[in-house]
């Protein structure tokens, strides 16, 4: 693939080099940035009409948030061409490291994130930083998926199933399928079920493969734990995960709003836009449009169809509370006035994530030298940097050998001696505190290390998001809830994931390999002797933390269901003009990663905007259940 198939944003250029990593493609190959950014795509992303937004200018529709869900339903609402749409995002455009997949930890650690830690908790986070655990959520173009991972797993069919029989008609799997491939453009080749994924979609779905020895030890040795290894995602069993990249590039769902035709003259985007807060009728509790912040103008802009919460499972639930639309006694003491009394905020999920560190031996992975992989990536799109790495490697895990639901996911990450740059922006994005960061240091001189990452997929604790105060611009308190559920059924789960862990590093494919878990040595769990069950479950509460896949803290439900805050049309409960798209109308999380759920999020949400509005039109539209009772 020739260089002049890069397609970057037009604003990332050298200038647009955050972080740390930046500074190692400087070291290199600078004139080869600078003569990208004639090569630029100008059409890749909306252009920035925030600073001719005016005030009390009426729009059809306003989206708060241009992150996954919400760029996919605008990419759809764009699409038909007939309404005038507003799309708020706080963030910029995603910098040129955002771009590369083998960046996407250092993503992490620029100014193009929120910023979030949880609330300080005795039962989990102990080892980090302050004894807080870091929450990066993406404050750009794309939202989270310009930072994340790029892994698309859609789930168990069960998890959707079991929104449907919760009272949510039309989200059970049979139902929502066509809205994953709506989104889908599978470019990946030998895949058995290739028929089951969309062709004809915007979003790119590859299969970049590491090719090294480690690669196909961590498929093997699943038959060594019992399980199968599969072609492609299954309820159980390990695989190699599709990926949103595209010829070595991220594929963010902000690209998906320009899509094929660039008709986007109905379109306006604001960037650098800080919603303050949803404006609302207090007596026919209306949705009239939203007060924001852009550059320094504060304006109040008005939406004549329908006010659209796409911020995330963070900042939707902030913003419905300071416009008056929350649990009735937090904002009763924080003065803000009731204008409908739901749950928003609470019923908060998140995938917590565990670490199992060993060493391996170096015939296990191939070591690239740093500055030809930088060089190939820059003139070719390929290489290490075109890459995630082994990330991609899954493992979907029952630990009670009960069901085909699985409790348990494993992924994989490795540190390789001669390069400590990924080990040190580990540390540094999950800000692991220095005694075990310089431990591991040390052992990283000597050793390269696999991580075995073991991921809670159905976690019964249950966290929240509140506010500090009424003013928006500061952070909400995230009390994430982690391990806190009666019976410690999570942290069970956990130990039996961990054991799992343990005997397939003990397989004989590993053994090949001088594979040995670490004693990492966490202070706190010094009393425990390694290797103990007393000592993993000391670690797990120190050294878990997020894998970044807050959701359902607007619950999705009906009316019926006291901690519902939307219905299955995604409209809030009792307001009016007002929906809710995002992870955060989940009823419960997903048992995988949540990207692909977003992207079905987003494609549902539109059509039922669209729907509704066909509906209205005709003079069928039916109110809400709610509306006609009040």
């Not at 950014?37 to 001719?52: E, F, T, V």
């Not at 799109?381 to 029952?398: C, R």
Request: contains cysteine; hydrophobic residues 35%; glycine residues 6%.
């Amino acid at each position: 693939m020739g260089a002049e198939t890069f397609d970057l944003p037009s604003a990332a250029c050298i200038h647009n080099i955050d972080s740390h990593a930046g500074k190692i493609f400087l070291l290199l190959l600078e004139f080869l940035l600078a003569s990208q950014c004639s090569l630029k795509n100008p059409n890749l992303y909306p252009r920035d009409n925030g600073p001719n937004v005016e005030n009390n200018e009426h729009f059809d529709y306003i989206f708060v948030g241009a992150g996954t869900s919400g760029s996919v339903a605008v990419s759809e609402m764009v699409e038909k061409e007939k309404y005038k749409i507003l799309l708020v995002e706080a963030g910029d455009m995603p910098s040129v490291t955002a771009e590369i997949p083998g960046l996407f930890i250092h993503s992490q650690l620029t100014n193009q994130i929120w910023n979030y830690h949880t609330e300080p908790s005795n039962a989990s986070c102990l080892s980090y930083n302050n004894g807080l655990c870091h929450w990066p959520r993406g404050k750009l173009l794309g939202g989270c998926s310009s930072i994340n991972a790029m892994l698309y797993l859609r789930g168990n069919e069960r998890d959707y199933d079991s929104w449907q029989n919760n009272g949510n008609e039309g989200w059970n799997y049979t139902s929502i399928k066509q809205y994953f491939q709506k989104s889908e453009h599978l470019i990946a080749t030998n895949l058995k079920n290739s028929n089951a994924y969309g062709k004809e979609g915007l979003l790119a779905l590859s299969n970049y493969k590491m090719n090294d020895t480690l690669r196909e030890a961590l498929l093997k040795s699943a038959k060594d734990i019992g399980y199968d290894i599969l072609d492609e995602e299954g309820p159980l069993g390990f695989f190699e995960s599709l990926q949103t990249i595209e010829h070595g590039v991220r594929y963010n769902a902000a690209k998906m709003i320009i899509g094929r035709n660039n008709k986007t003259d109905k379109l306006t985007l604001a960037l650098n836009a800080h919603v303050e807060k949803v404006l609302i009728d207090k007596e026919s509790k209306k949705a009239e449009g939203i007060k924001v912040k852009i550059g320094q103008k504060t304006l109040n802009v008005y939406a004549d169809k329908e006010v659209i919460l796409s911020a995330g499972a963070i900042n939707s639930p902030q913003i419905l509370m300071l416009s008056g639309i929350g649990p009735k006694e937090h904002l009763n003491k924080l003065g803000i006035e009731v204008i409908q009394d739901l749950e928003v905020g609470q019923n908060l999920q998140d995938h917590l994530m565990m670490f199992v560190f060993s060493k391996l031996s170096d015939d296990a992975i191939n070591s690239p030298k740093l500055l030809d992989e930088i060089y190939k990536y820059f003139i070719y799109q390929d290489g290490l940097f075109s890459k995630i790495s082994h990330l991609n490697v899954i493992g979907l895990l029952n630990t009670k050998n009960d069901s085909k639901y699985p409790d348990i996911e494993f992924m994989h990450m490795v540190f390789m001696k001669e390069n400590m740059m990924a080990l040190e922006t580990f540390i540094a994005a999950t800000e692991l505190n220095s005694d075990i960061a310089a431990n591991l240091r040390n052992f990283n001189r000597k050793h390269n290390i696999l991580v075995t990452v073991i991921v809670l997929l159905q976690p019964k604790s249950r966290g929240n998001i509140t506010l500090k105060d009424s003013n928006p611009y500061v952070h909400p308190t995230i009390t994430a809830g982690y391990l806190t559920d009666e019976k410690g059924d999570d942290l069970e789960t956990f130990l039996r994931g961990i054991r799992l862990a343990e005997a397939r590093l003990r397989s004989e494919v590993f053994k090949k390999l001088d594979t040995e878990v670490m004693d990492i040595g966490i202070p706190n769990c010094r009393n425990f002797k390694f290797d103990t069950d007393d000592y993993w479950k000391c670690a797990v509460k120190n050294i878990a933390t997020s894998l970044y896949h807050p959701t359902s803290t607007c619950k999705m439900g009906p009316k019926s269901d006291k901690s519902a805050v939307v219905d299955s049309r995604l409209k809030v409960h009792g307001v009016k003009n007002l929906r809710v798209i995002d992870a955060s109308i989940m009823p419960n999380i997903v048992s995988a990663n949540t990207q692909a759920a977003c992207y079905m999020i987003g494609q549902k949400g539109a059509h039922m905007i669209s729907e509704d509005q066909k509906s209205a039109e005709h003079g069928q539209h039916v109110e809400q259940e709610e509306h006609q009772e009040l």
